[in-house]
C-alpha cells in the first residue's frame, strides 16, 4: 500500500497534519498497522502519537461521536422495523414461522427496552445518593 499524498493545509506542520490524518484513519476503524502503511510512517511512530494522552482521548472522543449518530441513525430506522414486525405477527396470511419469528423478536426487543430502562433508573437512583449530602 502506497502512502497518502500530503495534503498539508498551508501553516500547517507536517507532523500535526500526519497526526491529525492519523486519528481520523484510526476512528474509521483502520488498525494501527494499516495506519501506519497508509501514512508511510513507522508502526513505532504511530506508537508514539498513541501514547500521547491528548491524541488517544481525541480519539476516543471521535469514537463516541461515531457511535451516538449510529445509534441515534439505529433508533430512527427502529420504528419501521418495529411496525414490520407487528404486521408481520398478525398478519394471518403469513407463514406460522415468520409469525412466529416477529413475534419472539418484538417480546426480545421489550424485555431488553424494560431491562434498559430498569438499569437508567438504578443508575440514576446511585447518582442521587452518591451525590446527597451526608444527614
Known amino acids: 500500500m502506497r502512502p497518502e499524498p500530503d495534503h498539508t493545509p498551508p ?3 507536517d507532523h500535526t497534519a500526519r497526526r491529525a490524518r492519523a486519528l481520523a484513519l484510526l476512528a474509521e476503524g483502520l488498525t494501527p ?15 508514539r502519537y498513541l501514547a500521547n ?29 418495529h411496525q414490520t414486525l407487528l404486521a408481520i405477527a398478525s398478519d394471518d396470511a ?14 426480545d426487543t421489550a424485555l431488553r427496552l424494560y431491562d434498559a430502562v430498569a438499569l437508567d433508573e438504578r443508575l440514576s437512583a446511585l447518582e442521587q445518593r452518591a451525590t446527597a449530602p451526608d444527614p
Not at 39 to 47: D, F
Not at 96 to 103: E, L, P, Q, V
Request: cysteine-free.
Open 11 to 13: 501553516g500547517r506542520s
Open 33 to 47: 498497522t494499516q495506519v501506519a502503511q497508509r501514512l508511510g510512517v513507522a508502526p513505532r511512530t504511530l506508537r
Open 53 to 81: 494522552g491528548s491524541l488517544l482521548a481525541a480519539l476516543r472522543g471521535l469514537q463516541t461521536e461515531q457511535l451516538r449518530a449510529l445509534a441515534a441513525a439505529t433508533m430512527a430506522a427502529s420504528h419501521r422495523a
Open 94 to 107: 403469513a407463514p406460522t414461522f415468520a409469525r412466529i419469528t416477529a413475534a419472539s423478536r418484538l417480546i
